[in-house]
């Protein structure tokens, strides 16, 4: 694969029926190139949502004017007001699908100790809970019945 550096597209080229692109002329160092192709993709990029604001007196610290500065656990600089995902910004962020769920369970566990100071620090977790420990009987009963029909088969 050959990639061309500080380069950009002048203009296409269609074929003679006008149905595909076929040469894209590229502009490199103020010299015009044209280039043969089978497919353009062109990447757009992506347009960030800046429409989240607060009441003029309420002003959690930013960073570059848009990220929500988290103080530690997903709390902002204003107390009661926490973020997730990748509105939030601290050392060492991974800011992929998989970080925003960690985020999450911290602002919201964050959030629930908020509302109630008493509440626990930690939220429960699916295998401690009572409900998940009567299904997995009900499932491990199911699986078992379906094992003996195995040994007699
Ligand atoms: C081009 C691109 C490719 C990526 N590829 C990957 C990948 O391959 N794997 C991966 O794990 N991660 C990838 N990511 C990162 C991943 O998409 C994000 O980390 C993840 O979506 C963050 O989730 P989020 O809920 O914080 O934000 P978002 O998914 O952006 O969701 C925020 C939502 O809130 C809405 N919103 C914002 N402001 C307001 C408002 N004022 N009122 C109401 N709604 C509002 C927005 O419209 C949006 O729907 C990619 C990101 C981009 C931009």
């Known amino acids: 694969m050959q990639i061309k550096l500080h380069a950009e597209i002048q203009s ?6 006008q149905t595909a692109i ?10 015009a190139t044209p280039l043969q192709v ?21 002003k959690p610290q930013r960073k570059d004017e848009y990220y929500l500065v988290s103080q530690g656990q997903c709390k902002t600089s204003v107390p009661g007001i926490f973020g997730a995902g990748d509105i939030i910004s ?15 369970v911290l602002a919201v566990n964050n959030a ?6 008493q509440a626990s620090q930690y939220a429960m977790v699916s295998s401690h ?15 078992l019945s379906h ?3 195995w040994l007699e088969f």
């Open 12 to 17: 296409f080229v269609p074929n003679d029926k």
């Open 22 to 31: 076929e040469q894209v002329i590229i502009s490199q160092n103020g010299q």
């Open 38 to 58: 089978g497919e353009v993709l062109i990447c757009h990029g992506f347009n960030r949502e800046e429409s989240l604001t607060f009441a003029d007196d309420i």
């Open 90 to 104: 601290y050392d060492d962020k991974v800011s992929l699908i998989v970080g925003t769920f960690q985020d999450a």
């Open 112 to 117: 629930k100790m908020y509302i109630d100071p």
């Open 129 to 143: 809970n009572e409900k998940f420990k009567e299904k997995n009987i009900a499932f491990t009963k199911e699986i």
């Open 147 to 149: 094992r003996s029909n």
